[in-house]
């Protein structure tokens, strides 16, 4: 009777030893080449609001080098309204105009960073408004100035004219790379991405059931997740499949994602970049959120690698150009650049942590050394303190100064 009941026992035990790995079995994760995903036939790829606000970006970034335009025009264009909220025309494109979205309203917005920090939210779009301000009221009134020490006006590098403040810091440069921090870094990185956004609500429940939102193919999560990708690719040409003109397709996050790309000690960060997108997406649409969550990590770290990789990069062609016979004005456009990726920073995230890779606080001391006292700015710095700035930054992340410098 023994010899008849244990085989018995042990298929019993076997069977349930099956169904216990079948519980635990992960989604299949079905990843496809380009990012283009449906339901019931209907793309439900959407991210026409970041495409929107990079088209925005574009145009008052140029305003900032005509000098027939008003401080209240470039105001206009940065809130996408007049004063007192007043319907305005600031654009030349129709469609911008009628738009409801504005590049302010997403400055330092994330919810990681900024919904319970409004202290440091206002401040930063008062600096970048500042920016818009200056150009107008210090820069624009001396174009055709020669600059010096203490006095605003233009300066030749060699290759351009730059307008430059009485410090020489180009605004429309600071302006232009502090929004790729501000606004598309945050905002995909610390608002779209984050746990807290991605699973607000009945966000899995709805993912699971595939519900989507009222009127849309798309659920909440997807698109989400699709807004992210939308600060980095939303401008290019073929977004389903953007690696062949990476770094060409607007002038933020795309360019130097693309301009990283290229240095051979980091080639390959764009497409380690669409690929965690592609694989988050797909994650998300398998219900896997644990692997959804592991490529959100990796597009915080390596988009926030983009910003220090450059910052060092303009440093380091910032001291170099210090040292040469043309003077100092000859550094100052990547002063200038590094200015702005130095004030980005802040809006990085190192994913072990979930805090930014330099505090708000770090990265204002770190502009306190780059642009010295104001009455000097970069008329005043110093060839070794640059770099060990580029140092400081490039250790911070974990790759070497002189891999930047390239």
Not at 79 to 100: C, H, K, M, Q, Y
Not at 203 to 218: I, K, L, S
Not at 327 to 336: D, M, R, T, V
Request: proline share 3%.
């Amino acid at each position: 009777m023994v010899r008849s009941i244990i085989p018995v026992v042990v298929f019993t035990l076997l069977l349930t030893g099956c169904k216990d790995d079948d519980d635990v079995l992960a989604p299949i994760v079905e990843v496809p080449d380009s990012y283009s995903f449906s339901r019931g036939g209907q793309s439900t790829v959407s991210f026409d609001g970041q495409s929107t606000r990079i088209a925005m970006a574009e145009e008052l970034v140029a305003a900032l080098r005509d000098t027939a335009r008003k401080e209240a025009e470039l105001l206009a264009m940065f809130r996408n309204e007049g004063p007192n909220g007043e319907d305005v025309a600031p654009f030349s494109i129709d469609t911008l105009n009628a738009s409801d979205k504005s590049i302010r309203s997403k400055v330092a917005a994330s919810a990681d960073y900024f919904t319970a920090n409004a202290t440091d939210a206002a401040a930063i779009r008062s600096t970048l408004e500042g920016h818009l301000s200056r150009q107008v009221t210090e820069v624009f009134p001396a174009w055709n100035t020669l600059a010096q020490a203490g006095q605003a006006g233009q300066i030749a590098d060699g290759t351009s004219t730059r307008y430059v403040n009485a410090g020489g810091l180009e605004y429309n440069q600071a302006f232009a790379k502090s929004l790729i921090g501000a606004l598309m870094l945050d905002q995909a990185i610390n608002n779209y991405l984050s746990a807290s956004v991605l699973d607000e609500g009945r966000n899995r429940e709805d993912q699971v059931a595939a519900t989507p939102e009222d009127g849309q193919a798309y659920t909440t999560m997807e698109h989400k997740w699709d807004e992210a990708y939308g600060y980095v690719f939303g401008a290019s040409p073929d977004a389903a499949s953007p690696l062949a003109t990476v770094g060409e397709d607007d002038s933020f996050l795309n360019e130097y994602l693309g301009q990283v790309d290229r240095d051979a000690d980091f080639a390959g960060i764009a497409e380690t970049v669409f690929r965690a997108f592609l694989r988050g997406r797909a994650a998300i649409v398998a219900g896997d959120f644990a692997e959804r969550d592991a490529q959100a990590d990796i597009l915080q770290a390596q988009l926030s690698k983009v910003i220090a990789v450059r910052g060092t990069f303009y440093l380091a062609r910032g001291a170099d150009a210090l040292e040469s016979a043309t003077g100092p004005q000859s550094s100052f456009h990547a002063l200038s650049e590094a200015y702005g990726f130095v004030y980005s920073l802040q809006f990085t995230q190192d994913p072990a942590t979930g805090a930014p890779y330099f505090t708000r606080q770090e990265v204002l001391g770190l502009l306190d050394r780059l642009y010295t006292d104001p009455a000097d700015g970069f008329w005043g710095v110093d060839p070794a303190g640059i770099r060990a700035l580029g140092e400081e930054i490039a250790s911070r992340f974990g790759f070497s100064f002189s891999a930047a410098a390239n």
